[in-house]
Nanobody
Framework: QVQLVESGGGLVQAGGSLRLSCAVS????????MGWFRQAPGKEREFVAA????????DYADSVKGRFTISRDNAKNTVYLQMNSLKPEDTALYYC????????????????WGQGTQVTVSS
């Protein structure tokens, strides 16, 4: 069983930065792909970023490319999402997900997810 706990969300002004963390329990962390998704009020969940189990491959949504960076530390069982140049439209509940298979852009391709951490960007 894999459990995920997100942290690092908060309130930030437009143009600011936040770093989200996702602590993963279980001995299989180094073999699972990881992803971040987000959901704003009244909107559908959307893919944000993903990283392969080794960290050698990453993928980003066009809306965050160049501003967000996903990374992982397999020794700490943690995945990160560094978010820079934040915009009000980045306001959402951010979820961390894990997949035994390869990473992807569909929520349904993942096997586990956390409760989410709120990010609010003020204008």
């Amino acid at each position: 069983q894999v459990q995920l706990v997100e942290s690092g969300g908060g309130l930030v002004q437009a143009g600011g930065s936040l770093r989200l963390s996702c602590a993963v329990s279980g001995r299989t962390f180094s073999s699972v792909a990881m992803g971040w998704f987000r959901q704003a009020p009244g909107k559908e969940r959307e893919f944000v970023a993903a990283i392969s189990w080794s960290g050698s491959h990453t993928d980003y949504a066009d809306s965050v490319k160049g501003r967000f960076t996903i990374s992982r530390d397999n020794a700490k069982n943690t995945v990160y999402l560094q978010m820079n140049s934040l915009k009000p439209e980045d306001t959402a509940l951010y979820y961390c997900l894990a997949a035994h298979g390869s990473y992807g852009r569909s929520w349904f391709g993942y096997d586990y997810w956390g409760q989410g951490t709120q990010v609010t960007v003020s204008s």
